[in-house]
Nanobody
Framework: QVQLVESGGGLVQAGGSLRLSCAAS????????MGWFRQAPGKEREFVAS????????YYADSVKGRFTISRDNTKNTVYLQMNSLKPEDTAVYYC???????????????????WGQGTQVTVSS
């Protein structure tokens, strides 16, 4: 069982930055690929970024590439999403998630994710 808790959301002006954190329970965090997803009102949940258990593997949605950076600190059981140059269209609830499979590959889809956090709201004003 994996528990995920996101934090760091808030209200920011367009062009600003936020860093989201996702703290995970358990001693096997370092073995799991992790992902960030988001869901805007009236839209389906979509992939944002993911990172493999081996930190060399990172993937980004085209819409955030070059602006967002995913990273992890296995000593703190935490995955981060640094968001720069934020745009109003980035407004959404952001979730972290994991399949929870040791040494599983990083994914770019919502399917197959077995564990989700409660989400943190990010609002970007124009």
């Amino acid at each position: 069982q994996v528990q995920l808790v996101e934090s760091g959301g808030g209200l920011v002006q367009a062009g600003g930055s936020l860093r989201l954190s996702c703290a995970a329970s358990g001693r096997t965090f370092s073995m799991y690929a992790m992902g960030w997803f988001r869901q805007a009102p009236g839209k389906e949940r979509e992939f944002v970024a993911s990172i493999g258990w081996s930190v060399s593997n990172t993937y980004y949605a085209d819409s955030v590439k070059g602006r967002f950076t995913i990273s992890r600190d296995n000593t703190k059981n935490t995955v981060y999403l640094q968001m720069n140059s934020l745009k109003p269209e980035d407004t959404a609830v952001y979730y972290c998630a994991t399949e929870g499979k040791p040494f599983g590959g990083a994914t770019t889809t919502t399917g197959g994710m077995n564990y989700w956090g409660q989400g943190t709201q990010v609002t970007v004003s124009s």
